[in-house]
């Protein structure tokens, strides 16, 4: 049978109850596949009556950290409340207990990473987060183990599953983004509030740690420049197929001479890009390495079991890390101090659409004005023309954010053009 470890829940909601029937359906061959038995001795919520229903023994419910906090026997704490705090708190007084922490909490991590991995290692502690990015999908580990053989250069991704589904959506069934996300809040996968989805904030608390991870220097949630999808239209993404490429929320990270680069925008992606198959509510990263070259990782990014899936593989880890002694084995990998390189030092291609007076001289007066801020064109394209009005589509070659953004600030001054109706970076394959 095994040794018996004793673990308590923080959390009892999607993914605390995920996690209690995983561990649930392991308990048979548990033993037999990591040498002990996992047992949840404790599971803290907020309302007991609510809990009750959600597992076998209610009598192990409490709404008192403290009897967690201040029982010995229990040796990992599972941190599935989310927030700041008092997660950060909890956390914090577990490992200064000797207690090992799994949790999925991104904006913990992402925001105050340095405190908590600093105390683990300082107790010798697990510290384990795999949930925190990508739901089910491992990504940590294999950065951390299997790649770490590699000098990272480049990590990228789908790492938000509403927003996926609402511009799959978008593009599959030409919908506006206001009748998609209505569509994703009526099917579950929106929250009542969306805002940390749709304006890309979930997205970029991931990428602050796959890139502190990829790149073994921290990366934190302020360091990410972040852009939502909530001005993308259906006809931003028709003229992006045409031009053979689909729009996704990505999150990229790259790690260049002049500094880690970390932002979530919506980009434009060619369609032959593996990222670009990735659909619905589905996640995906990708990454790249000076050794393995180009690997992905596809799955599924959130929801009850997915996010269970990966929380239960730290829990197992841990508890092997107990039977061997090898507690805090692997700590945090961030030993370097890489500069952030600004945004405005960014380079990308750019897909500009505007609205323009429909008459001579105008295309002569945009092209003067890219030229001055070193823009240069590769594509321009006249959609329609409607009532004196063209709409055109612009795709530059690899310039400099900066650049772009003297350019767009002196083409809102110009007279002839009306509206810039959108301005995307292009994930350019060949870089
Ligand atoms: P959730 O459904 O809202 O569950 C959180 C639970 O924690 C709720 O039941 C809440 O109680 C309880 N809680 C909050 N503060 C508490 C406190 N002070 N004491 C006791 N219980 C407390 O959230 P979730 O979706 O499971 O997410 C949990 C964590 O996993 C978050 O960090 C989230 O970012 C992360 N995550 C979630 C997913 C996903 O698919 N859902 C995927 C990846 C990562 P009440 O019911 O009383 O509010
Ligand atoms: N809200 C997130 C998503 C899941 O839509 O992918 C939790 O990280």
Redesign the pocket.
Known sequence: MGETIYAAL?????????VYKVLKSQEAEMSKKIGSQIKIKKI????LE??AAKVDDPGILT?D?KEILEDDEIRIVI?????ME??KT?ILEALHAGKHVA??????VAAEGRELFDTAQEKNCDFLFE??VA?GIPIIRPLKQCLAGNHMTEVMGIVN?TTNFILTKMTQEGMEFSDALALATKLGYAEADPTADIEGL?AGRKVAILASVAFNSRVTFDDVHIEGITKITATDIRYAREMGCDIKLLGVARNTEQGVEAYVNPMLIPSTHPLASVNDSYNAVFVHGDAVEDAMFFGR????L??AS?VVGDIFDIARNLQAGASGRISCTCYKELPIKKMEDTENCYFLRLQAEDRYGVLAEMAGIFAKDKVSISQLVQKSANQGCAEIVIITALAREGDIQNAIRELEKCEAIREISSVLRVYDNAR
């Open positions: 923080l959390g009892l909601g999607t993914v605390g109850t995920g803290l919520v907020r309302n609510k809990a709404n950290w941190e599935l409340m989310g927030g008092p997660a909890y949790t999925a909490n991104k904006d913990l949930a925190a739901g599953g979930d990014g959130a929801g009850e997915p996010t990966a």
